[in-house]
């Protein structure tokens, strides 16, 4: 008769440490905020005239860039804890405290043709061929008020009209809100 083995007692593994930050493929993978349960990516804006990109989620990592424009957009592309990982119009990424953003819409004209001599057109109402309100250089920041069947309501030095959303860093081709 073979010998059998007495039943081994289960192994129960210790509690995996939270990880300093998320992957790209695990951020790829949820779609969805582990913390805040909201989309990502998605894009907010800086709410504070000063804020620190550190290069980890913590106020014990190093500071890597300070902006120093509100309102400027930027895209959230991960969370951990009170920390959000961000993007910038430049592709620029690192850390920021959740309380230094804010949900309000904002976007960028056209931030990859700055330095051309090139302006972005303000129309009254969201058609080509409509009348122009103004016009905004490449990398002028506006806030935004809607987004729908590819044009974007914004509103930038008391001007108020409308903008191609393919000419604005800050809203995502066809999104609508």
Request: one cysteine or more; charged letters at 20%.
């Amino acid at each position: 008769m073979p010998a059998t083995s007495a039943p081994q007692p289960e192994t129960v593994a210790a509690a995996a440490p939270k990880p300093e930050k998320p992957t790209a493929a695990a951020i790829a993978a949820a779609g969805r905020g582990p913390v805040t349960d909201l989309p990502l990516p998605r894009f907010a804006s800086l709410k504070s005239a000063k804020v620190n990109l550190r290069i980890g989620p913590g106020k014990d990592y190093p500071v890597s860039w300070l902006f120093m424009k509100p309102g400027l957009p930027v895209e959230i592309i991960g969370e951990y804890d009170l920390w959000r990982r961000i993007r910038d119009s430049e592709g620029t990424e690192g850390w920021v405290y959740h309380s230094l953003l804010s949900g309000s819409r904002t976007s960028i004209a056209a931030p990859w043709l700055k330095g051309k001599p090139t302006t972005i057109d303000i129309h009254r109402t969201p058609a080509a061929d409509a009348p122009l309100v103004a016009m905004m250089e490449p990398g002028v920041v506006s806030s935004v008020e809607e987004c729908k069947s590819g044009w974007c309501s914004v509103e930038v030095s008391s001007r108020a009209g409308f903008v191609k959303q393919n000419e604005l860093w800050g809203v995502y081709p066809d999104e609508q809100f």
